[in-house]
């Protein structure tokens, strides 16, 4: 009597088991997940995310085949400045499916664009800081007239409590206090007013990141603690430039979007003022190169970002510049995949970069690997957001 019960209760179990069938699948493709190889797999989707991850097969009444293809996460450009809805389109078929505002002079539109374009396909999707941290007259405050600055008629936590209402998604600082160009000075925070907004930040679970590009200023900021810094250093005056630097982005866990690329931009057309003043005192490719190869020998996280550089880097194929120069400084393929991808991930605590059990099925689908040669990433085939591509 009891082996009959075994009999029928497996039997019953087989008869109920069916294969899982899934929307899509594509299958016999390689995979980069914003963090390691995963070799060759059979990727799963239903609807707008990633249902399954296998090395085995998948079932589907659509099946894609990968063969000799590879997919990596859509990619992110970590320090944009968007002013028009055009320049969430430059980077979207490169790949470029994220942008992370870092200023904005009109946050009620930015909350709109990071609403409405977060499904539109053809579109890159937006997050933002809002306004920056500044004091009035500071930088950007002279391009953005009409934002909020901190002032004696304006606390932090009131400036704060403001950027939290606009649904900000992490905050931006700004320490701003060198020539440029000719131009003496502007105003800006002080090292008390950055140490407050960081803290005060952190306590509210935002993170925080600065807009500082002097080695004496990144850092006695280091000490404070922010999140990250969206800017390498800049200027030839800091030149060598000490142990001591890098060691306090180590020891204190602060991640760079060194924003580099621009040195390998062609000033072409440029005023020669401009021309003679950026060779006498910005950093060259030579010397952005040799700081970040120790940036990245000493490991700190390196995330890609452009910057707008006033119109003169898009945010679309400069972005590869930027990838150029982690190429020049020594970072391995696959290093250089994480800074536009999963390293985005860590340093933000944001859904960008990675592609997860139960992640959006945003990526791009590229006809070989950058893993063999990373300029492969401009050979896209598809670029995939919430399980749809055209």
């Not at 499916?97 to 539109?120: C, F, I, P």
Request: charged content about 25%; glycine content about 8%.
């Amino acid at each position: 009597m009891k082996r009959i019960l075994i009999l029928g209760l497996l039997a019953l179990s087989v008869g109920c088991y069916k294969t899982v069938k899934y929307d899509t699948v594509i299958k016999n493709v390689g995979l980069f997940n914003g963090y390691e190889d995963q070799g060759t797999v059979y990727i799963a989707i239903n609807s707008d995310t990633i249902a399954y991850i296998s090395t085995e097969e998948l079932q589907s009444d659509q099946i894609i085949d990968g063969t000799g293809k590879y997919i990596i996460p859509g990619m992110v450009n970590a320090h944009v400045h968007v002013s028009e809805t055009e320049q969430l389109r430059q980077g979207y078929p490169l790949g470029i499916m994220y942008l992370l505002n870092m200023h904005t002079g009109l946050e009620v539109r930015e909350a709109e664009w990071k609403k409405g374009y977060q499904d539109s396909t053809g579109y890159s999707i937006l997050y933002g800081a809002g306004h920056a941290a500044t004091v009035p007259g500071g930088h950007p405050n002279q391009y953005s007239p009409d934002m909020e600055t901190i002032s004696d008629s304006l606390s932090i936590e009131d400036w704060l409590n403001h950027r939290i209402e606009k649904n900000v998604d992490y905050i931006k600082i700004i320490r701003e206090h060198h020539e440029w160009m000719g131009y003496p000075p502007l105003p800006t925070l002080s090292y008390e007013q950055i140490k407050e907004l960081i803290d005060r930040s952190h306590e509210k679970g935002y993170k925080v990141v600065v807009h500082a590009n002097t080695a004496e200023e990144m850092m006695k900021i280091a000490e404070f603690k922010p999140d990250g810094f969206v800017h390498m250093l800049d200027y030839k005056e800091d030149l060598p430039v000490s142990d001591k630097f890098y060691n306090s982005l180590v020891e204190n866990d602060i991640f760079v979007i060194p924003t580099g690329g621009m040195s390998l931009k062609s000033m072409d057309g440029a005023p020669p003022f401009m021309i003679d003043w950026v060779a006498n005192n910005l950093l060259d490719v030579e010397e952005r190169t040799a700081i970040l190869k120790k940036m990245y020998e000493k490991g700190v996280l390196i995330v890609a970002g452009t910057d707008a550089q006033e119109g003169q880097m898009d945010f679309g194929a400069d972005y590869f510049l930027e990838l150029e120069l982690y190429q020049r400084a020594g970072l391995t393929n696959l290093d250089i995949l994480k800074t536009a991808t999963g390293n985005a991930a860590k340093a933000f605590d944001l859904p960008i970069g990675e592609l997860t059990v139960g992640s959006k099925a945003n990526f791009v689908l590229l006809k070989d690997s950058p893993l063999n040669d990373i300029s492969n990433l401009k050979k896209v085939e598809q670029v995939w957001k919430n399980g749809k591509w055209k």
